[in-house]
C-alpha cells in the first residue's frame, strides 16, 4: 500500500508541472491587474486531460492516505 501511495505522489508530482500556468499572479507582483484576458479561457485537449488526471490523481492520493 505504501508503495501506491508513493506512485501516485510521483505521479501527481509531474502532472501538476506539466499544467501549464494562467499567469493570473504574475501581473499582480508586476502591478498589472488586468487578467481579463484568462478570465474566459476554456481548457481544450491535453489541458482538459491532464487538469481531469490531477483531479483523478488527488483523489486516489486522498482515498489511499485514509486507508494507510
Same mark, same amino acid.
Given at each position: 500500500? *505504501?508503495?501506491? #501511495?508513493?506512485?501516485?505522489? +510521483?505521479? !501527481? %508530482?509531474? +502532472? =501538476? #508541472?506539466?499544467?501549464?500556468?494562467?499567469? @493570473?499572479?504574475?501581473?499582480?507582483?508586476?502591478? *498589472?491587474? *488586468?487578467?481579463?484576458? &484568462?478570465? *474566459?479561457?476554456? @481548457?481544450?485537449?491535453? @489541458?482538459? &486531460?491532464?487538469?481531469?488526471?490531477? +483531479? =483523478?490523481?488527488?483523489?486516489? &492520493?486522498?482515498?489511499?492516505? =485514509? %486507508? !494507510?
Amino acid at each position: 500500500m *505504501n508503495i501506491a #501511495l508513493m506512485i501516485v505522489s +510521483v505521479l !501527481i %508530482i509531474i +502532472v =501538476v #508541472l506539466l499544467q501549464s500556468g494562467k499567469d @493570473e499572479g504574475a501581473g499582480f507582483l508586476t502591478g *498589472n491587474t *488586468n487578467s481579463d484576458l &484568462f478570465k *474566459n479561457r476554456k @481548457e481544450r485537449g491535453a @489541458e482538459l &486531460f491532464i487538469s481531469r488526471l490531477t +483531479v =483523478v490523481l488527488g483523489v486516489a &492520493f486522498f482515498a489511499l492516505a =485514509v %486507508i !494507510i
